[in-house]
């Protein structure tokens, strides 16, 4: 049993090792999640502008390594970026270019869940579903509130370097 264990958590540890998302680091980071957040293809210039840079060939220089790791290629009007598949970025939902963790939704359903029953059944409330969702709550918040942290930490340090 625990070598069974052990092999799923080296499985799932090798899944995330090999992640190419954990390539990027600094500005290129900063540029494919400045790529990603955007609904329209972007320009050097726009990409230059939106990352402060201060020259064209510094935003050229990253999207051309974007393109080349896979990350986003080239159309007419600009660059798009690529989600990899099994990536962490998959555990994102992009709205009005913020990205959201796809647990955000699942804890506000269950909050929702959380609330209508304790409103339905205010007379009689049964302790043990009460305190089954709550903990269910909780646990989708937590997870939810961890990966809005890491992406602002992922934001951050494409900013500083």
């Not at 339905?120 to 269910?136: A, G, Q, T």
């Amino acid at each position: 049993m625990l070598a069974r264990l052990k092999n799923i958590l080296l499985r799932r540890t090798r899944r995330v090792a090999r992640d190419p998302l954990l390539t990027l680091s600094g500005s290129s980071l900063q540029v494919y999640l400045i790529l990603l957040t955007s609904k329209k293809p972007l320009g050097i210039r726009e990409v230059q502008r939106r990352a402060g840079f201060k020259s064209p060939n510094s935003a050229r220089h990253h999207l051309d390594k974007l393109i080349e790791r896979g990350f986003a290629y080239r159309v007419d009007d600009g660059y798009v970026a690529v989600k990899p598949r099994g990536s962490l970025v998959s555990l994102f939902i992009i709205i009005r270019n913020i990205m959201f963790p796809k647990m955000f939704f699942y804890a506000l359903a269950s909050s929702l869940f959380l609330i209508a029953y304790v409103f339905l059944r205010i007379k009689s409330i049964d302790p043990f579903p009460l305190i089954f969702l709550l903990i269910i709550t909780i646990m989708l918040w937590l997870d939810s509130i961890e990966l809005m942290d890491k992406v602002n930490k992922l934001k951050r340090i494409g900013i500083r370097e």
